[in-house]
């Protein structure tokens, strides 16, 4: 009869101990700071696409580009900062199999994003609302576990910041073609190579940022 509940209080003693690391990472990483300020952000994108919406001088949900450009790179700036820890010597001496954490940190985070945000595009989701909004996410969180490995966690932000407001200046009038691929984040969701480009931009930078981690800067040798 012990015998029997031996793996079972191993079981609940493990679960414990990983729930606790899990808590004790988020919060080592700014989790609380960066729920936050996601939390500001999904309102934000909430009222702010529901008003262009509904502006009879606007072209209806269309007009709700800028927010479906603009509020994934915000949530992805926000994601950056935790992407690296405070010590990353301290957690490099651990014996914690870090690419699964990393890998599960940044999967979370994506999800946890994509999801916020596609519940404010509800309204019409197909035209520049939730379905866009998803794609966004990915394409931004990519560029950014990207920038994380080969620019460091603080400089992170830049590469989507820069490509995304790029992209907005440019403003496409193209649909499809050429521009499903560089101007992926202006694109209506129905065109397959926009999403096709920001898949990749996210398998290729979550794979590259669990793989290797985040760059550290050049007093921290390798």
Same mark, same amino acid.
């Given at each position: 009869m012990n015998r029997s509940r031996a793996p079972e209080g191993h079981k609940r003693r493990t679960a414990q101990a990983n729930a606790r690391l899990a808590q004790l990472h988020l919060r080592a990483r700014g989790g609380p700071v960066f729920g936050a300020g996601l939390g500001l952000a999904t309102l934000l994108a909430w009222s702010a696409g529901d008003w262009l919406a509904s502006r009879p001088y606007f072209a209806g949900p269309v007009a709700r580009m800028p927010v479906v450009l603009l509020a994934p790179l915000i949530a992805a700036v926000l994601l950056a900062p =935790? %992407? @690296?820890g405070a010590d990353d010597e301290l957690e490099r001496g651990t014996a914690l199999p870090w690419q699964r954490w990393r890998l599960g940190h940044l999967l979370l985070a994506a999800a946890t994003i !994509?999801? +916020?945000l596609a519940l404010t595009g509800l309204r019409a989701p197909e035209v520049f609302g939730a379905y866009a909004l998803l794609r966004? =996410? +990915?394409g931004c969180v990519g560029l950014v576990a990207l920038g994380a490995a080969f620019l460091r966690a603080r400089l992170a932000w %830049?590469? &989507?910041f820069g490509y995304v407001c790029a992209v907005y200046a440019a403003t496409p009038r193209q649909i499809g073609g050429a521009a499903g691929i560089w &101007?992926?984040?202006a694109q209506p969701s129905s065109v397959i190579t926009s999403? +096709?480009? @920001? !898949?990749t %931009?996210? @398998?290729f930078g979550t794979l590259w940022y669990a793989a290797r981690g985040a760059q550290r800067g050049p007093s921290q040798d390798r």
């Open positions: =935790t %992407l @690296a !994509g999801g +916020l966004n =996410t +990915l %830049l590469p &989507a &101007a992926w984040p999403w +096709l480009t @920001a !898949g %931009l996210f @398998a």
